[in-house]
């Protein structure tokens, strides 16, 4: 293992990681209803395949999109679609969505595996990871058989899977890392398959040893430690971030609006490598993820696996809570989405459901900007998030995106530092989607 120096500026946050890194991953019991949205990437909103009254087994297909960009959805429970319409979205709004009424039997629908998989070209396991619905389970979540198809004449040299997670509270990552070591192992391995990369990456923290030995002897048992390197990487928030990452592993920048295949690397983060092993070996599609459940406001907290659809309700109903629940949270604090309506569903890039107390969530009221640039001080590319937020409230966003607007990933740390406590993050958000709204 070699460890690499941090990058600059970054302040040290709590981990607050202590009730549940620890904390083994445990199944939830499913809901009686879940209402699993038709949309849950980035990219074309799926159709229904189904109907109401239809009656579905865990793991058929529910919805798919002709588009490039999207990624199929499937039954996370067995019984009867109750309704083919809307539900609230945790990103915000409704969306079309299949409500199925869980019968209780868990019964599987028959798995389509590719034929000797080993054998089987690119195309054939792109096609197997884009049936099984494979998104990004950390960020945006970008469909996973288009990151692993990069334009032509692109040339990839490594893989790197991101199991970094500079998130407080959140631990599923980790865990997943830790207990299921061989599948993300298994996951990097097809994707150097898929991609033509001799050479994979995966980015640990440096106070993640317990997942870092488990991956290396993963990588030992499976005969591919000369191509696979785990790496523990500074324990910063924000280190983890794609373009940090890739400029810290292999010292090259990704330029403004561009991709880390432009520089030679396809990034997957690991819980996603471990969808993309259960998609090939298994044929089993994405229907389920690990979450991390916690804030002062939970009695339990923990690491749960969760079906794709259940409600933060059910999912806060199951751990118990407890006190004033100030915020309930969808991710961690910083890059994490304020819910309103906890009928929300959990989707595939549901990292942790967080319900905060008063104290834990820090809500004060914005005063005037005093111009001390903190915000661009701690920014890790560089941007004038002061700046940005000035010209998009005052209705020019197309300026803010000649300033590079697009290039923000979101990361929070402006917010966390500024004195006047502006809500940063959620202008350039707003300011974001202005502009993508006014080109469709
Ligand atoms: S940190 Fe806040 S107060 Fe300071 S310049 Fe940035 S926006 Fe203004
Ligand atoms: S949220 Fe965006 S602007 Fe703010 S520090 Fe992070 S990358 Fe920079």
């Known amino acids: 293992m070699k460890l690499v120096r941090r990058h600059r500026n970054v302040p040290a946050l709590e981990a607050r990681k202590e009730a549940t890194a620890g904390a083994a991953t445990e199944p939830l019991s499913a809901p009686d209803v879940v209402a699993i949205p038709l949309r849950q990437h980035i990219g074309e909103t799926c159709e229904p395949t189904v109907r109401a009254g239809d009656r579905v087994r865990i793991g058929d297909l529910i919805g798919e999109s002709p588009a490039v960009v999207s990624a199929n959805v499937h039954a996370s429970v067995s019984g009867r679609v109750r309704d083919v319409g809307a539900c609230p979205h945790p990103l915000g709004g409704d969306i079309g969505a299949v409500v199925i009424e869980n019968d209780g039997n868990d019964e599987w629908t028959d798995l389509y595996v590719v034929p000797d998989p080993e054998g089987a070209g690119s195309d054939a396991l792109r096609a197997a ?4 619905g494979v998104s990004g389970m950390a960020g945006a979540g970008f469909p996973a058989a288009v990151k692993l198809d990069p334009p032509a004449g692109s040339v990839i040299d490594t893989v790197i899977i991101n199991a970094m997670e500079g998130e407080p509270y959140l631990s ?9 070591a061989d599948a993300v192992v298994d996951g990097a391995r097809w994707i150097m398959r898929i991609v033509g990369a001799p050479y994979t990456v995966i980015a640990v923290e440096s106070d993640k040893t317990d997942a870092a030995t488990a991956l290396e002897r993963a990588a030992e048992a499976a005969g591919v430690s000369s191509v696979l390197e785990v ?4 324990r910063d928030y924000a280190a983890g971030a794609e373009k940090i ?40 599609p994405l229907t389920e993820r690990v979450i991390t459940v916690a804030g002062e406001g939970v009695q339990r907290p923990g690491n749960y696996l969760v079906r794709i659809g259940t409600s933060f309700d059910h999912v806060l109903e199951q751990v118990g809570t407890i006190g004033d629940i100030d915020r309930v949270i969808m991710g961690g604090p910083m890059m994490g989405i304020a819910q309103g309506d906890l009928s929300v569903p959990v989707i595939k890039p549901t990292t942790g459901i967080l319900a905060l ?13 005093i111009h001390c640039a903190w915000c661009v001080e ?19 966003p197309l300026t803010a995106e000649a300033s590079h607007l697009f290039d923000c990933f979101e990361c929070g740390l402006c917010d966390y530092v500024c004195p006047s406590n502006i809500p940063l993050v959620e202008v350039i958000r707003s300011g974001k989607s202005t502009i993508s709204e006014s080109r469709r």
């Open 231 to 234: 790496r523990l990487m500074p």
């Open 245 to 284: 990452l890739v400029q810290s592993i292999l010292g090259r920048e990704i330029p403004g609006g561009g991709f880390p295949h432009d520089v030679g690397v396809v990034s997957q983060n690991v819980s996603t490598a471990v969808a993309i092993s259960q998609a090939i070996r298994l044929g089993r």
């Open 378 to 396: 701690v920014c890790p590319i560089g941007l004038m998030p002061f700046f940005l937020v000035d010209v998009i409230r005052s209705g020019e």
């Open 172 to 180: 599923a990552d980790h865990r997943t890392a830790l207990e299921h």
């Open 357 to 369: 107390s008063s104290t834990e969530s820090r809500r004060v009221p914005e005063v005037a900007c």
């Open 129 to 132: 990871i884009r049936r099984a």
